[in-house]
């Protein structure tokens, strides 16, 4: 009897024995299966009581779990290269069979597992299995630095099976921008995978160009419920009950926030003065904040990201605050908050300032906000005057922050959060234009006058030459006026081409954030 091999096609688990067996010269046949019906039959679960791909069917019995039955595959016609040569090399191989098995396919799949839905997904969960899957690459890639195969100089089963748990990962959810970090990794992988023993069983070989989008959860539809009271049939002749009193929406209820006493400090006129002042900001805008505080109505906190070693990437930092923004949207009528991105380089800090309505971090925020919890929250006390000069720089994006540079500072207040300084910066921008027409009525005017003084000389002298002169003097300085506004025009047109680019390249972050947004699925 020939090996049969019960499995879906594209399994990974299945294409470790198959390309084993292109080693070996083992004959395995696959016949047509299907997930879901052939792996419930009670033949199948005689051979697997869990039910799982794949199962090896031999002479003398089955046998499942992948990795056994790429080793049985592998020694089936006595020893062979894939086994290694002596005791040392049969263990090493086993060690990067266990390591790839559990270390890398392991955070691999829960990774993508939660993307998918296999698997519960939560932010933490997700970058605890990237940052282990990490740990893991790292070791790899130091491995491979001087070798080209895993163990000894051809290869053995430990690629077979490595290559096939890294191919989950590549076709998945480790896209190019991931792997390359680790660039032994990936010439290793991709010679691997393309020989030809590789290539008969899985073919072109394609890395995934992004993550999956998280699976959405739908909620269970209570749309059944509603029959529950129809269950008592109301006699054939009772009137129907008019649609509203069935489909009347609930008052919505009120927000426990808005049923605290009321306040004399209003958070929107905090946001206009916080918006509106230009220039003196300490003297206006921090002055008013601190005049305005009501420690009865309202609280601050201090936040600090828990896991500032991650922030080795700025966009993924910026990324990473601006979707926690996003999210705190459900917020905006009662919060108010800066974060500070700081740092030069990675790993970047991010340390936050929040205003919230009431004497604690609202519970919604903390119910629904899931990124509240990555961070340490301290609330904020302003009888410390070291504690509100910290409010006060961070409000201000003072720079340096605590002696680092700010790579960002990001305002919740309204729809967008901006940056101060960027803000500043588009007033200054309209504020030059409104000089530039001051300057040239000024021009007009001066001309004007001068023409004007020239016609009662021409009166009383009438000497025609002099009122030649007096033209030639008013033609002189028309050209030199109209020099002048050329070359400011010049000097804005070219003041415009140099902004412009610079919000090409500021646009261009936020693209790169957005893609990243929609390859982590968090957007559309
Ligand atoms: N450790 C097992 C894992 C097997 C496994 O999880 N197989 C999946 C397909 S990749 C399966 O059959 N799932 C069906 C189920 O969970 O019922 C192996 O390596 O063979």
Known sequence: MALVLH????NK???????AAEYTGVKIDVPDFEMGVSNKTPEFLKMNPIGKVPVLETPEGPIFESNAIARYVSRLNGESSLNGSSLIEYAQIEQWIDFSSLEIFGSIFMWFGARIGYKPYSVPGEEAAISALKRALDALNTHLASKTFLVGHSITLADIITVCNLSLGYTTVMTKSFTSAFP?????????????????????????????????KKPA?????????????????????PVEEEEAPKPKAKNPLDLLPPSPMVLDEWKRL?????SNFREVAIKGFWDMYDPEG?????????????????????????????????????????????????????????????????????DEVYDMELYEWTKVDISDEAQKERVSQMIEDAEPFE?????????????????????????????????????????LHFVLGLSGDSKNTNKAESHTSSSRTGTKVILVLLGFVAVAMFSFFLYKLWQKKKRDEQYARLLKLFEEDDELEVELGLRD
């Not at 688990?13 to 390309?19: H, N, Q, R, T």
Request: proline letters at 6%; hydrophobic letters at 40%.
């Open 7 to 10: 499995t879906y096609k594209g």
């Open 13 to 19: 688990g299945a294409e470790k024995a198959l390309i």
């Open 184 to 216: 032994h990794v990936e010439r290793y992988f991709w010679t691997v995978i393309n020989q030809p023993n590789f290539k008969k069983v899985v073919g072109d070989v394609k890395q995934t160009e992004a993550v999956p989008p998280v699976a959405s």
């Open 221 to 241: 539809q209570p749309a059944k419920a509603k029959e529950e009271p129809k269950k008592k049939a109301a006699p054939a002749a009772e009137a129907p009950k």
């Open 274 to 278: 916080y918006s509106n002042t230009k």
């Open 298 to 366: 309202y609280s601050l906190w201090f936040c600090d990201y828990k896991y500032n070693d991650e922030n080795m990437v700025s966009f993924v930092t910026l990324n990473k605050v601006g979707g926690f923004l996003q999210r705190m949207d459900l917020a905006r009528k009662y919060a108010f908050g800066k974060m500070l991105i700081c740092g030069s380089e990675g790993p970047f800090k991010v340390k936050g300032l929040w205003l919230f309505r009431g004497p604690e971090i609202p519970k919604f925020v903390m």
């Open 403 to 443: 002696g680092e540079a700010l790579l960002d500072a990001k305002c919740f207040k309204d729809r967008e959060p901006e940056r101060r300084g960027l803000h500043m910066y588009r007033e200054m921008e309209g504020s030059s234009w409104r000089r530039l027409a001051f300057l040239a009525s000024i021009s």
